[in-house]
């Protein structure tokens, strides 16, 4: 099966390509410059461009941003995995930095899809728990999340602060995703035509942890926002502190859990063909976090919060539940550990840091 996967360089991307690889997949990626795709192909030496070749996207916002990498590979396109995200930090607007890249980053690849490349049947699109949580009602113990909640924010609310911009770009991409391909798929049960239409699959993770790819990473400056944590934690940044930091979310899954995940949906098409998953492997708090470093990486012992440190826990009034069991039952999937996510993310953190020289 030929792919399109978007964002090549990506954290998720780079364990989605990895595996799309390893279970003989025939992958396009889509790269901001001929520089990264150099790092990708030297990280696979032995694959030929029949197996793995790149396109190059600039800006994934443009409204033709994946004409030419949609046309200009043979043999034609089966699938597209969008992994890739405009999001950044540098926000001044909302609407302008957050909202219209996402949905249209989104909307324009569908355009894209429909008018060039009419042989792609299944899409696959990394959403976010962002898009599933209710974050005006906090911890909320009495509820149990699953694929039917959806985030409530309001246009109003996304412009009142960069978090709740950022979910409602999640949020409102991923309900642009589903309303563009209803009529699609509408258009195709009532006509005897051969009109353009595709599946659709997403998949909506809360933190996501695990090992990072070094040819895909220039510095651990630019490490993706979840492993973030791990990273200050054994640089040092909080050991001199009265307090474990709080959590942003309790919830996690290791991104190979998460990319497979996505590989898995173009395996068993009948089973993930237009449905949301919830992607969760369960529960952390920052403390069990900490501990873990410590007894794994005893070499680490002084970078970490003292033991005695408060903080870093469970909010006392509970927490919400989640519902996993429907990616479990329908792809037939098992997670990681945290003890092993957190280990071999370190592990790698390490690695990557000594390679660097930093």
Wanted: with cysteine; proline share 6%.
């Amino acid at each position: 099966m030929r792919v399109l996967l978007t964002g090549g360089s990506g954290f998720i991307a780079a364990h989605v390509l990895d595996y799309l690889i390893q279970r003989g997949f025939s992958v396009v990626t889509t790269v901001r410059s001929s520089a990264k795709a150099d790092k990708i192909r030297a990280a696979y030496p032995t694959v030929g461009t029949d197996r793995l070749d790149f396109a190059i996207v600039e800006d994934i916002a443009r409204e033709d941003a994946f004409d030419d990498a949609l046309t200009s590979f043979t043999p034609p396109f089966e699938a597209v995995i969008h992994t890739a995200s405009p999001f950044h930090f540098n926000v001044t607007d909302v609407q302008r930095d957050l909202l219209d890249p996402a949905i249209k980053g989104t909307t324009g690849l569908f355009r894209s899809i429909i008018k060039n490349a009419p042989t792609v049947k299944h899409v696959v699109i990394t959403s976010s728990f962002a898009s599933i949580v209710n974050p005006f009602k906090g911890s909320w113990p009495e509820h149990t999340y699953t694929e039917e909640d959806w985030n409530p924010v309001t246009l109003q609310q996304a412009s009142e602060s960069i978090p709740n911009g950022y979910r409602a770009s999640k949020t409102f991409a991923e309900r642009a995703a589903w309303e563009f391909v209803q009529p699609q798929q509408q258009q195709k049960k009532v006509s005897s035509s051969p009109a353009s239409s595709f599946s659709l699959t997403t998949f909506c993770p809360p933190m996501v942890f695990g090992p990072v790819m070094s040819h895909n990473l220039s510095s651990l400056d630019n490490l993706n926002t979840s492993n973030q944590i791990i990273r200050d934690l054994i640089q040092g940044k909080y050991k001199d502190d009265k307090m474990i930091p709080e959590n942003a979310t309790f919830t996690w899954v290791d991104v190979r859990d998460l990319a497979l995940c996505h590989v898995l949906a173009l395996e068993k098409p009948d089973e993930a063909a237009n449905q949301r998953f919830l992607v969760a492997a369960g529960y952390f708090c920052n403390r069990e976090l900490v501990e873990i470093i410590r007894k794994e990486h005893n070499g680490l012992r002084d970078q970490l919060p003292a033991e005695s440190s408060p903080g870093g826990g469970y909010p006392e009034a509970g927490l919400y539940k989640i519902d996993n069991s429907k990616v479990t039952k329908m792809l037939g999937f098992s997670w990681r550990k945290f003890v092993d996510t957190v280990t071999d993310t370190v592990d790698s953190l390490q690695k990557v840091s000594n390679i660097m020289g930093s």
